[in-house]
């Protein structure tokens, strides 16, 4: 667990709870992801068997026994739930994800999305120069944070972990920002604050934002990375903050230095603010695909009181759907998400690739 200090962005950091649904306590939502989880573990061990058996003859069989591992946790887990919500134990959605890169390091699994994601980084850095130069030749303030809000969401339909993103990613190899933005959906969206949250870029500057980031390739570089840079622009400092750990297609810390330094090269106002530094990376001590604000690493925390954080922006669907929708803040925080879950987002009133929008004042 990390320094207390991180706890002085929650409200109240004692009754903090990450996770959104307790599988252990909400018999449909057992009923429903269990289930789910072991088709998806079949998909994932597919693709870690596929990342390392051109090199490795033993590939295969060991992903079968991460498959047959995991499932053997899971049914416990399963079997468990009544016995667990009578003692208090949750259940959550981000540790049936944090089980499945537990599970692949077993069996030797490091990364299986590496390749996978650097090939898509390469492609949006490509993109990046262009889509820097639509945003800039929207010179309404109101549109320009429209358009920066409607690509960070597009940019999150990438993500090679949800079902029906995947579908789409592999019928159409062309599918890119721009289709992702003629897809999503029109608003009202399902949770819609973005006329508060522009009302609010009409404003002074934030002094420190502190933005956590989901996918690799179109999500990061055409979607957070202008979002970012518009913040810069305005004055705000930025700490960046991506997985310390892979998971899935989600960035890791060590990629995303990588990114931002070949970022630099196509845009002088982050290259800028890297020398700076008043754009600043940190790992933010996970190694699943969602956000518990109570393990974020002592640097993180020192860096957030140092920088007087005042704007908390967390996007994808782990960090603020299964985790931290309903999680509140002492600071400015923006929740964006596309729900790729159908499940889900018709629980929560909406349909597949449902919207998330949520901002919410200092509390």
Known sequence: MSDSKCFTLL???????????DLNRDEKAALYWFPCFRDLIT????????????????????AE???????????????NTQMNAANNIVLGIRELLELNEIQLRVYGFGDPWRKQKELENTAA????????????????????????????????MFDWGAQAVTSILEEDSNFGLHSALDRIEKRPWLVDNLDNWLQ???????????VFVDNSGVDVVLGILPFVRALLQRGTKVLLCANSEPSLNDVTNRELTDLLIKACT???????????????????????????MRS????????????????LVIEGMGRTVHTNLYAKFTCETLKLAVIKNKWLAERLGGDTFAIICKYEDAS
């Open 296 to 311: 974020l690493p002592s640097a993180l925390c020192d860096a957030i009181q140092e920088h007087e954080t005042d704007l």
């Open 65 to 79: 026994n991460f498959r047959k591992s995991y499932l053997e946790k899971l049914d416990e887990y399963q079997r």
């Open 200 to 210: 609010r870029m009409l404003g002074k500057a934030h002094k420190c934002a502190l």
């Open 266 to 292: 196509h845009c002088s106002v982050l290259a800028k603010a890297r020398q700076e530094e008043t754009l600043l990376l940190y790992a933010n001590g996970q190694s699943g695909p969602c956000l518990d």
């Open 11 to 21: 409200k109240d950091p004692s009754s903090y709870t990450p996770d959104t649904i």
């Open 125 to 156: 850095l490509a993109a990046l120069s262009k889509r820097l130069e639509e945003l800039d030749a929207i010179t309404d303030n109101t549109a320009r944070w429209t358009e920066l809000i409607r690509g960070v969401l597009a940019g999150n």
């Open 43 to 62: 998909k994932f061990a597919t693709q870690a068997a596929e990342s390392q058996s051109h090199n490795d003859d033993t590939a295969v069989q060991r």
